[in-house]
Nanobody
Framework: QVQLVESGGGLVQPGGSLRLSCTGS????????MGWYRQAPGKQREFVAL???????NYADSVKGRFTISRDNAENRVYLEINSLRFEDTAVYYC????????WGQGTQVTVSS
């Protein structure tokens, strides 16, 4: 059974940075297209970024130029570097396979507050 675990969230001031990490058990993350998603309070989960098995990245317009997705195949991890954080980036961040999602993990909370 696949289990995804996200980590690295926290409380940061506007303009700050975080590095989110995603690891998976029961799955070789390097063999699937992986994405990051987020869900803000009272809102639906939304797409943030994806990285293909070949390392090609794509981003939601709202995060382009501020977020960077990457993967470390040796560590079986997918990362999301988030910079220039804004209040509206506050959300629980999740990783998952693109399109045919696995069971969702617990996510990691990112809170942007002054």
């Amino acid at each position: 059974q696949v289990q995804l675990v996200e980590s690295g969230g926290g409380l940061v001031q506007p303009g700050g940075s975080l590095r989110l990490s995603c690891t998976g058990s029961g799955v070789n993350l390097s063999s699937v297209d992986m994405g990051w998603y987020r869900q803000a309070p009272g809102k639906q989960r939304e797409f943030v970024a994806l990285i293909t098995v070949r390392g090609r990245a794509n981003y939601a317009d709202s995060v382009k130029g501020r977020f960077t997705i990457s993967r470390d195949n040796a560590e079986n991890r997918v990362y999301l570097e988030i910079n220039s954080l804004r209040f509206e980036d506050t959300a629980v961040y999740y990783c998952n396979r693109v399109l045919q999602t696995f069971a969702w993990g617990q996510g990691t909370q990112v809170t942007v507050s002054s």
